[in-house]
């Protein structure tokens, strides 16, 4: 498999210049990583929106190897503290609604410290795409536990395997009220572009859940294979969620998991509700 500096290069090469920093690249992300393939998948998503261009969106991100995102791509950009992304993208979203705001953040970042804004962000339904980039560790600070990391696994911080139970942040995002909520993997490189283009269009709290491998951190200590064999497992695990509503309860076993469209209905949205608030008491 070639690393990933190739890869993003090549997608460049195919019309996606005009949306990255070039003076930034190549990236600094591992050879096999997923995030560079998340992040093109970000790009075409955009490339391909109706009424979206580099003017009027922002991108947005936290800390940790996913949110280095954010320096690479040629917008109006914003890298904040660690687990606030959210916040701050609320802020930005309420201070200029007309523009796109895009959250790219990572398991740790946006499940961990950043749990609380990832819960109230849902709940008040604000209008931001928010792009989750899993790799199921902490790659950036050493290879520690983050609470997708699942059972069982080997971390820095749990050597002989973890005995947490995984968080699901789409099924947290859904029970919160995220009115769009998606799946896919780096290794399903088009679907992924779909889910972030549906929740571009969609209006209101939207979470895709991109799972991308982390060959350095995770899959070495787990013995998982080169990251071809961790796309591979990806593709060998990752179910439609059509076929998966279809599976008994007993073949939805841990090691498998839905992709796709989980969640998507039309809710009120938190900025045009406070507007609406504002105009009532005089604000406006």
């Not at 050493?142 to 002989?160: E, F, K, L, R, V």
Request: proline share 5%.
């Amino acid at each position: 498999m070639a690393d990933t500096n190739t890869n993003l290069h090549a997608d460049i090469d195919r019309g996606y210049e005009q949306l990255f920093r070039q003076n930034r690249l190549p990236h600094l992300w591992c050879p096999g990583c997923g995030n560079g393939t998340a992040l093109k998948c970000i790009a075409e998503a955009i490339e391909g929106a109706d009424g979206i261009t580099q003017d009027n969106t922002v991108i947005v991100s936290g800390i940790g190897c996913s949110s280095r995102g954010s320096g690479y791509m040629d917008f109006d950009t914003v890298h904040t503290a660690h687990g606030r992304a959210i916040p701050f993208a609320t802020g930005i979203k309420l201070a200029r609604p007309e523009l796109n705001v895009v959250v790219i953040t990572g398991d740790g970042d946006c499940t961990a410290i950043g749990g609380n804004h990832f819960l109230h962000g849902c709940r008040r339904n604000v209008d931001l795409t928010v792009v989750l980039f899993n790799n199921n560790i902490y790659g950036m600070t050493g290879g520690q536990t983050s609470p997708t990391t699942p059972a069982g696994m080997s971390t820095t911080t749990a050597p002989y395997g973890t005995v947490d139970r995984v968080l699901d942040a789409c099924r947290i995002a859904e029970a919160a009220g995220a009115t769009y909520v998606a799946r896919s993997t780096a290794f399903h490189v088009k679907h992924l572009t779909q889910m972030i283009a549906g929740g571009l269009g969609s209006h209101g709290f939207s979470l895709i859940e991109a799972i991308v491998q982390c060959p350095t951190a995770y899959g070495r200590r787990n013995k998982m294979g080169a990251p071809a064999a961790m796309l591979s497992w990806m593709r060998d695990h990752a179910v439609m969620k059509s076929a998966w509503d279809k599976l008994p309860p007993e073949k939805r076993t841990p090691d498998k998991f839905p992709i796709g469209l989980l969640c998507a209905y039309e809710g009120a949205e938190y900025g045009a509700a406070n507007t609406e608030i504002m105009r009532r008491a005089g604000g406006l």
